[in-house]
């Protein structure tokens, strides 16, 4: 079956550090691959997507590539702001019914 | 452009009480979801309607039902609630030609 594995957190950033979360995927056939942000008392908000090997997603600074030799889909951003705080959750689409999410991860960051 | 919505935001039951969640989206969009979000477990599915009078069960659907009450409404209900159901529920939708679900806000539920 399909499953997402991402770096376990939490984890603490000052403030303009480097960010990495890491997410590893398997799934048959070609995934489209997504990330999504969950800030604090809100729902999921997609924060970007790719869907095909070498796409590179990016929204507010963040990225990430779809790498397919790999199956990974890595979230990056150069410099983090305290209000990038939130939760990090990697999640693949198969096309079948649903999403299927990693655990999350937690991110704060400090002034 | 509302979104998704749901309603209520915060909700505290009894052992055995029962409550429907309700869930409205604004997208004209044809698939809907609920799903269950409890610490270190991530999002799991416990239902989802992949059109307007149809439902089907997900990773997770045991103490739960459904209604598709319409193209725009997805309720579920819990018949009978127990303190394992405390979790975040969220309410998601699809439109036809995307693979991007977008959610709502969530109901916090807490079953005493």
């Known amino acids: 079956g399909n499953s997402v594995t991402q770096m376990e957190g939490p984890v603490t950033l000052s403030e303009e550090a480097f960010l990495t979360i890491n997410c590893t995927y398997t799934?048959?056939?070609?995934?489209?691959l997504f990330w999504y942000v969950q800030y604090p008392g809100e729902g999921l908000q997609l924060l970007l997507k790719?869907?095909?090997?070498?796409d590179k997603g990016s929204n507010k600074g963040f990225e990430a590539t779809y790498r397919k030799e790999t199956t990974s889909f890595h979230l990056e951003k150069g410099s983090v702001q305290v209000s990038d705080s939130a939760v990090y959750f990697c999640?693949?689409?198969?096309?079948?019914?649903?999403?299927?999410f990693g655990k999350g991860t937690k991110l704060s960051v400090i002034p | 452009n509302a979104g998704v919505t749901q309603t209520p935001k915060f909700q505290v039951l009894k052992t055995g009480q029962s409550m429907t969640l309700q869930c409205a989206q604004d997208?004209?969009?044809?698939?809907m979801y609920w799903y269950r979000q409890d610490p270190g477990m991530g999002l799991r599915l416990i239902y989802y309607?992949?059109?307007?009078?149809?439902?089907d069960k997900g990773e997770v659907p045991n103490g739960y039902n459904v209604s598709r009450l319409n193209k725009r409404e997805f309720s579920l209900r819990l018949e009978s609630a127990a303190p394992s159901q405390t979790s975040v529920y969220f309410c998601?939708?699809?439109?036809?030609?995307?693979?991007?679900?977008?959610f709502g806000p969530g109901t916090r539920l807490t079953v005493l």
């Open positions: 998601a939708s699809r439109g036809v030609s995307t693979d991007t679900q977008y």
């Open positions: 799934a048959t056939g070609y995934p489209s």
């Open positions: 790719a869907t095909k090997a070498d």
């Open positions: 999640a693949l689409w198969a096309g079948s019914y649903q999403l299927t």
């Open positions: 997208m004209n969009h044809n698939s």
């Open positions: 309607s992949a059109s307007e009078g149809t439902t």
